[in-house]
C-alpha cells in the first residue's frame, strides 16, 4: 500500500474446489504463493466455501472451528509469511450450541484473526425452472456487522447473499466503508441475471468499491458457480472481471475516488433523514 499515492494492490483468487479439504486448501496456498511473487499485493481475496463443496449435506462434514481448525491455521501461517491480508473467503464454522454458520475469516500479516463475518442472509431461494437451495436447512445466520482497517481505509465484509440487502450495504456506509467485500458463489441460475447488477447497484448507491470473489465454475459439480468475481469502482464502473475458470484478478485500487465521487455527487448529505433512515439495531 502506497500512502502517499493512496493505492492498494488488491488479489482476488477464483479457484475450482474439491471434495478433498486440504487439496482445496493447498491450492488456495499455491494461488497466494504464486499472486505474492507475481504481483505483491497488499491484499488477496478467496472464494466463499473455497475448502469445500457448497452444498448444505456438506457444511456440516467440513466443518471446523476458528481460528485452530485446519483452514484457519494454514490461512495465519500464509498470511505471516507472505506478510499479507488475507480475506479468507468463507469456509464452514463448527461454532457454538453445535452450529453451523458459512463463515468469512479475515488475517492480518502478522498472521492474526482480526475479523470474523458469519453470513448474516441465509441462502434461501426456490425459483421454477432454476434452482433451489435452502441454507438454513444446515445453517445458522450471523447477527453481526464486520469491518475491518487496512492501512486507514474502512472495509466491510459481507457474504454472497447479503449483497442483495442494500440496507447492511447502506449500514456499511454510515459506517464510514469506503470498499464491501463479498465472497461469493452466485450460480447459473441468479448469475447471469444479476451478478454484476447488484456488485454495481451496491457500488452506485453508497459510492465506495465492491468486490465479488467466486469459484471457479465447474460443470460437473452439484452446485455450478457462476464465476466471473469482479471489481466494480465508485462510480459502479466494472474495473476489473474474471472469465469463469480459475483466475488470478488483479486490480489497483485508488481510494481517492471514493472521495471524488462523493464530492461530485453528494447524496448522502443529500438524504431527507426528517423523513427516512437506515439505523442498525441494538441487540
Request: overall charge negative; some cysteine; proline content about 4%.
Amino acid at each position: 500500500m502506497s500512502r502517499a499515492s493512496n493505492i492498494m494492490r488488491l488479489v482476488l483468487l477464483q479457484l475450482r474446489g474439491s471434495k478433498d479439504k486440504v487439496a482445496n486448501v493447498q491450492n488456495a496456498a499455491c494461488k497466494i504463493e504464486a499472486a505474492v511473487k507475481e504481483h505483491q499485493p497488499r491484499l488477496i481475496t478467496l472464494p466463499e466455501c473455497f475448502n469445500a463443496p457448497y452444498g448444505t449435506k456438506y457444511f456440516r462434514e467440513y466443518s471446523e472451528t476458528i481460528p485452530d481448525g485446519y483452514t484457519s491455521q494454514q490461512l495465519s501461517s500464509l498470511a505471516k509469511k507472505h506478510q499479507v491480508y488475507i480475506v479468507g473467503g468463507t469456509i464452514p464454522e463448527l461454532g457454538e450450541n453445535d452450529a453451523i454458520y458459512n463463515t468469512c475469516t479475515v488475517w492480518s500479516p502478522t498472521g492474526d484473526l482480526v475479523a470474523k463475518h458469519r453470513k448474516m442472509h441465509l441462502f434461501d431461494i426456490d425459483v421454477k425452472g432454476g434452482i433451489r437451495f435452502k441454507e438454513s436447512e444446515t445453517l445458522s445466520a450471523g447477527n453481526d456487522f464486520t469491518t475491518i482497517d487496512v492501512d486507514g481505509h474502512k472495509i466491510g465484509i459481507g457474504i454472497c447473499y447479503d449483497i442483495r440487502f442494500e440496507e447492511m450495504a447502506r449500514l456499511y456506509r454510515n459506517a464510514g466503508c469506503e470498499m464491501i467485500i463479498y465472497p461469493a458463489a452466485f450460480n447459473m441460475t441468479t448469475g447471469p441475471l444479476h451478478w454484476e447488477l447488484l456488485q454495481r447497484a451496491r457500488a452506485n448507491d453508497n459510492q465506495l468499491f465492491v468486490v465479488t470473489t467466486s469459484p471457479a465454475r465447474d460443470t460437473s459439480a452439484e452446485y455450478v458457480a457462476y464465476g466471473h468475481s469482479m471489481v466494480v469502482d465508485p462510480w459502479a464502473k466494472v474495473q476489473q472481471s474474471a472469465s469463469d475458470g480459475e483466475e488470478t484478478v488483479v486490480a489497483d485500487i485508488d481510494f481517492s475516488l471514493v472521495e471524488q465521487v462523493r464530492q461530485q455527487i453528494p447524496v448522502f448529505g443529500q438524504r431527507r433523514l426528517d423523513l427516512y433512515a437506515t439505523e442498525k439495531k441494538s441487540k
